[in-house]
Antibody
Framework: EVQLVESGGGLVKPGESLRLSCAAS????????MNWVRQAPGKGLEWVSF????????YYADSVKGRFTISRDNAKSSLFLQMNSLRAEDTAVYYC????????????????WGQGILVTVSS | SYELTQPLSVSVSPGQTASITCSGE??????ASWYQQKPGQSPVLVIY???KRPSGIPERFSGSNSGNTATLTISGTQAMDEADYYC?????????FGGGTKLTVL
């Protein structure tokens, strides 16, 4: 069974940092691009970042560019999101999601999604 | 920046057909995907590459995409289909989601 499990969320103050992790299982992680998508409380979905299977292609939403860094460890089937200079508007549930289009350098669609992890930025 | 526009809400009677639209400039030139999200749950892919259904998604879910509009159609809508639905596309190194449509089955 394909499974994605996020961890590392919590409550932080504005300006602080946090690192999210996503542990993947049930598929060959190194063959697939991966994404982070977030959802603020009561709001819609917002894509955050994509990393291709080879790490060669990385994209960010304008709202996080320069503050967030996506990375992956294919040997450990893990995806990461380093979030620096956090703001109140970064408060959201963060999902990791696989791009099922195997070997594609760009994000296409997302399946499956993890259960999500809450990040709260508040003083 | 690229934008996708969805109606805030759509209502449908059980057994009838629900259509949810997603509008964006030349959306028909891109691939559209659709996600279903029920309260307290993670999104689930229901349509990808405009018209394709992932395994496990009922046949009553179908999609189309032409011109500036992609459409998710649910035939024979059931109470369990009540959820938020989001369209999504990829444009110029950015993934874009529509604002979401709340489907009410009443």
């Amino acid at each position: 069974e394909v499974q994605l499990v996020e961890s590392g969320g919590g409550l932080v103050k504005p300006g602080e940092s946090l690192r999210l992790s996503c542990a993947a299982s049930g598929f060959t992680f190194s063959n697939y691009g991966m994404n982070w998508v977030r959802q603020a409380p009561g709001k819609g979905l917002e894509w955050v970042s994509f990393i291709s299977y080879s790490r060669r292609y990385i994209y960010y939403a304008d709202s996080v560019k320069g503050r967030f860094t996506i990375s992956r460890d294919n040997a450990k089937s893990s995806l990461f999101l380093q979030m620096n200079s956090l703001r109140a508007e970064d408060t959201a549930v963060y999902y990791c999601a696989r791009d099922p289009s195997k070997g594609n350098p760009n994000p296409n669609w997302f399946d499956p999604w993890g259960q999500g992890i809450l990040v709260t930025v508040s003083s | 920046s690229y934008e996708l526009t969805q109606p805030l809400s759509v209502s449908v009677s059980p057994g009838q057909t629900a259509s949810i639209t997603c509008s964006g400039e030349k959306l028909g030139d891109k691939f559209a995907s659709w996600y279903q999200q029920k309260p307290g749950q993670s999104p689930v892919l229901v349509i990808y590459q405009d018209t394709k259904r992932p395994s496990g998604i009922p046949e009553r879910f179908s999609g189309s995409n032409s011109g500036n509009t992609a459409t998710l159609t649910i035939s024979g809508t059931q109470a369990m289909d009540e959820a938020d639905y989001y369209c999504q596309a990829w444009d110029s190194s950015t993934v874009v989601f529509g604002g979401g449509t709340k489907l009410t089955v009443l």
